[in-house]
């Protein structure tokens, strides 16, 4: 079974950036795609950004405008998001996971508080 963690959130303030990373064990990882999705206070988790499994396609939610960018080094278990021109509504937790069906995305780590201050 595949084990997620991530790290990097912290406090920024708005334009600034921050890169976070999710650091994966098992053997398996780089079959899966994997995604971060994040979670303000009070909202539904919602979708961020995804990387296919090789990293040879990309995925965004399309309010992040190019601002977000996802990444992946199979060769150390890791993905990462880079987050640049951050803004206070990007105020969240930040989960990282892999997709286990057509729609379903699983395996979440424990999350990293991302807060942006203005």
């Known amino acids: 079974q595949l084990h997620l963690f991530e790290s990097g959130g912290g406090l920024v303030q708005a334009v600034g950036s921050l890169r976070l990373s999710c650091a994966a064990s098992?053997?398996?990882?780089?079959?899966?795609?994997v995604a971060w999705f994040r979670q303000a206070p009070g909202k539904e988790r919602e979708f961020v950004a995804a990387?296919?499994?090789?990293?040879?396609?990309?995925y965004y939610a399309d309010f992040l405008k190019g601002r977000f960018n996802i990444s992946r080094d199979n060769t150390k278990n890791m993905a990462y998001l880079r987050m640049t021109n951050l803004q206070p509504e990007d105020t969240a937790v930040y989960y990282c996971?892999?997709?286990?069906?057509?729609?379903?995305?699983?395996?979440w780590g424990q999350g990293t508080q991302v807060t942006v201050s203005s």
């Open positions: 098992g053997r398996t990882f780089a079959t899966y795609t």
């Open positions: 996971g892999v997709q286990l069906g057509s729609d379903t995305f699983g395996s």
């Open positions: 990387i296919s499994g090789r990293g040879s396609r990309e």
